[in-house]
């Protein structure tokens, strides 16, 4: 079982709406979080890291947050704009890497 | 800025074959990793390498094997290529911070 559960597994939204993706893990124990964003045909961009306590960090319009008690973090889209349609990874490091499968954001005009 | 140059965008070869994938980084990192990824799955990693010339197996690395003979450089080889390793292939390489820093992939189909 992956150890690094995201939600949804897409989504489609309006180009100026808000979204929020959802990240799960039950790594243990737990070094540090981060969110990527891949876009189609090509390799991952790192937008956020957190350590276990840090509870938001920001990225232009990305917001991520964590609560490390619950192992829940999430990502924050603001104002979407189409060039965030993408694939968003959450990724989880404790001695090693456990990626999650991604959620697909499509933005519509 | 930081560069993960992957040789090869799109192959497509037959089964059997032996497949090269490429891959140089140009920051001087010492630690390089290749990855797969398939729909519906985390990405998964096939082997990495903290220096030249060392490797470490990864989570899947049956039917690969890798060569790092200079820093920059890390190879990703598949002896006899198989259906089952069509895939989009995905270089990496980080310093000790752990970031990683990918290249843009390859997506290799095998017929």
């Known amino acids: 079982k992956n150890q690094v559960e995201q939600s949804p597994q897409s989504l489609i939204i309006l180009e100026g709406k808000n979204c929020t993706l959802q990240c799960n893990y039950t790594v243990s124990p737990f070094s540090n979080l981060r969110w990527y964003k891949q876009d189609t045909g090509r390799g991952p961009v790192s937008l956020t890291i957190?350590?276990?306590?840090?509870n938001t960090k920001s990225n232009g319009r990305y917001t991520a947050t964590l609560d490390a008690d619950t192992k829940q973090s999430s990502l924050h889209i603001t104002a979407s704009q189409l060039s965030d349609s993408a694939s968003y990874i959450c990724?989880?490091?404790?001695?090693?890497?456990?990626f999650g499968a991604g959620t697909t954001v499509t933005v519509r005009a | 800025d930081v560069k993960v140059t992957q040789s090869s965008r799109y192959l497509v070869k037959r089964t059997g074959e032996k497949v090269f994938l490429e891959c140089v980084q140009d920051m001087d990192h010492e630690n390089m990793f290749w990855y797969r990824q398939d729909p519906g799955l985390g990405l998964r990693l096939i082997y990495f390498s903290y220096d030249v010339k060392m490797k470490e197996k990864g989570d899947i690395p049956e039917g690969y094997s890798v060569s790092r003979e200079k820093k920059e450089r890390f190879s990703l080889i598949l002896e006899s290529a198989s259906t089952n390793q069509t895939s989009m292939y995905l270089c990496a390489s980080s310093p000790d911070t752990g970031e990683l820093f990918f290249g843009e992939g390859s997506r290799l189909t095998v017929l």
């Open positions: 990724v989880v490091s404790d001695y090693k890497l456990s």
């Open positions: 957190m350590t276990f306590s840090e």
